[in-house]
């Protein structure tokens, strides 16, 4: 039986690999903002269909109004992150109780960026103005969790979103750095993503930014 399995297999794998892939078409193409600078990441508060807010490496977040194709001048959150290396404002989420009122999350969105001092990779919590839907409160931080770097720069990962299934918020962390998840900073024999005892880096991270205790 498992020789019969295995041997299915190798002729599956032979007949994709004989095949011809064509590449896709892409179409419709169109340019629909300029004058950014290194962005990382683009998203939507759940619900809001008029504008994309995007990341910038450098530390702050531009909202692009769909409708007029307007790209705003003043940052929706300008902050100050270590764009060291690989490092800056890498991930942006909004919770998917933003425009819920009565509900936890109302106006609150997340961000990852790494600092320095030493090297970390941050998830943060804001709220947006209570006054100006297209302004946050930069003063309303609040830190969700804290990941060093011990060696190395790179490697942060970055990634952060809500899942529609359990309002959880994911975060992808990075390995630590270096190359290969091996070396200075790294668990010797298994590498950080292996290491599951107290290791947060190389992990897919569940928080429950409503009920967890920061």
Same mark, same amino acid.
């Given at each position: 039986m498992c020789t019969r399995v295995t041997y299915s297999g190798l002729v599956g794998l032979t007949v994709l690999s004989s095949a011809t892939l064509a590449p896709a078409a892409i179409e419709g193409l169109q340019r629909v903002a300029s004058g950014l600078s290194n962005p990382t990441f683009v998203t939507h508060a759940p619900g809001d269909s008029s504008r994309l807010f995007i990341a910038q490496r450098g530390g702050s977040i531009r909202i692009l109004d769909l409708n007029t194709g307007i790209l705003q001048t003043t940052p929706f959150l300008s902050t100050t992150v270590d764009t060291s290396g690989e490092g800056g404002l890498l991930g942006l989420a909004f919770h998917p109780n933003y425009f819920n009122e009565g509900l936890p999350g109302l106006g609150k969105f997340y961000d990852d960026v790494t600092s320095g001092s030493p090297f970390?990779?941050? @998830?943060? $919590?804001?709220? @947006?103005?209570?006054? *100006?839907? *297209? =302004?946050?409160?930069?003063?309303?931080?609040? $830190?969700i969790i804290g990941v060093p770097h011990t060696a190395a720069t790179n490697h942060n990962g970055g990634w952060i979103g809500f899942s529609p299934n359990d309002n959880y918020l994911y975060v992808a962390t990075g390995d630590g750095g &270096?190359?290969?998840? $091996? /070396?200075? &900073?790294? #668990?010797? /024999?298994? /590498? *950080?993503?292996?290491?599951? #005892?107290? *290791? =947060? =880096? /190389?992990?897919?991270l569940r928080i429950d930014v409503n009920g967890d205790d920061f």
């Open positions: 970390t990779i941050r @998830v943060r $919590e804001f709220q @947006v103005s209570a006054t *100006n839907p *297209n =302004l946050a409160n930069a003063g309303s931080l609040r $830190e &270096g190359a290969n998840d $091996e /070396g200075t &900073g790294h #668990t010797p /024999g298994t /590498g *950080n993503a292996q290491d599951t #005892t107290n *290791n =947060l =880096l /190389g992990k897919m």
